[in-house]
C-alpha cells in the first residue's frame, strides 16, 4: 500500500475507517458521513474509494484537513484530489488501437455519472478525432460497472456492429466481461477482435488473453495524497493533481 508505506516512513500511523450508508434520503448521506469523520481524533483524512458526488457538501463541513482520491464530477475548489489523468488514459488506448490498423473501435463505457467514466469516455472521442475517425454511437454502449451488465452491453454492441475489430472497455472488469463474451460468441481476442481495459488491476491476468491495459501510477498516486495531505496539515494551499497513466502491453491487444 503506497499511501501506508509513505505515511509510515513519515512517523505517521494509518488508519483504515470504512462507512456505509446508514439511510437511503440523498441529503442525509454527507452529513452522515461528515459526522462520522468529525468524531475521530485524527490529524487528517485521506478520503479512497467511491467518491459520492456530494463530496464537496462533505468537505465543506469538516474542519480536518482532507484530500480525495479521484476527482469530483464537477469541478470544485472546495475539494482537494489526486487523480490518474483519465482522459489521457483513454485517449492512448485509442491510440495504440490506431497503431495496430484498426478503425472501428468500439467502447463500453462505466456510469455517466462517474467523473472517471466521463473523462475516458472524452479520451476515447478525442483519440478517434485525432485518428481522423468520425465519432459514431452505434459503436458505444453505457454499463452500469459490473461484470453482467458489461457482458450483456459487449453482446449487444456485437449484434448491432458485427464489423467492430476493437474494444476500449472502461475498466478491467469491464473488459474481462467483454472477452469472455466475444469467445462465447467465437471471435478470436487478439486477432479478430482486440481489447484494451483500464486501471492495471489483479483481473487483467486472470483471464486468457490476459489484458492490455492502462496502468494506474498507483505508487506515484499515493506520493501525491501523503504530500499533499500533509500540507493541508501544516496550512498550505495545493493544487488538485492528476498523474499521468501507462500502456501496458498484454496478449489481449
Not at 103 to 122: C, M, P
Not at 135 to 141: A, C, F, G, K, Q
Not at 167 to 180: K, R, S, T
Amino acid at each position: 500500500n503506497p499511501i501506508y508505506e509513505k505515511l509510515s516512513a513519515l512517523g505517521y500511523d494509518l488508519q483504515l475507517i470504512a462507512h456505509a450508508r446508514k439511510s437511503t434520503a440523498e441529503n442525509e448521506y454527507p452529513e452522515d458521513i461528515a459526522e462520522k469523520i468529525s468524531g475521530y481524533n485524527v490529524d487528517g483524512f485521506i478520503v479512497v474509494g467511491q467518491t459520492p458526488n456530494n463530496l464537496e457538501s462533505i468537505f465543506s463541513q469538516v474542519r480536518i484537513p482532507m484530500i480525495a482520491f479521484g476527482a469530483p464530477l464537477f469541478p470544485t475548489a472546495t475539494i482537494s484530489w489526486v487523480d490518474t489523468d483519465n482522459r489521457v488514459g483513454g485517449r492512448m488506448a485509442i491510440d495504440y488501437l490506431v497503431s495496430k490498423k484498426r478503425k472501428r473501435i468500439g467502447t463500453i463505457t462505466g456510469g455517466l455519472d462517474q467523473s472517471w467514466s466521463v473523462a475516458r469516455f472524452e479520451g476515447y472521442k478525442k483519440g478517434l478525432a485525432k485518428a481522423g475517425i468520425e465519432y459514431d454511437p452505434s459503436l458505444v454502449e453505457h454499463s452500469s460497472n459490473t461484470y453482467s451488465s458489461s457482458a450483456a452491453m459487449t453482446e449487444r454492441l456485437m449484434h448491432r456492429r458485427r464489423d467492430i475489430d476493437a474494444i476500449f472497455a472502461a475498466n478491467d472488469e469491464m473488459a474481462f466481461a467483454a472477452i469472455q463474451t466475444l469467445k462465447e460468441l467465437n471471435y478470436s481476442v487478439g486477432s479478430d477482435i482486440l481489447v484494451i481495459g483500464f486501471d492495471n488491476t489483479n483481473l487483467s491476468v486472470q483471464i486468457f488473453p490476459n489484458i492490455t491495459t492502462i496502468g494506474q501510477d498507483y505508487e506515484k498516486i499515493g506520493e501525491n495524497l501523503v504530500t499533499g495531505l500533509l500540507k493541508k496539515m501544516n496550512g498550505e494551499k495545493i493544487l488538485s493533481k492528476k498523474v499521468a497513466p501507462k500502456l501496458i502491453l498484454r496478449g489481449s491487444a
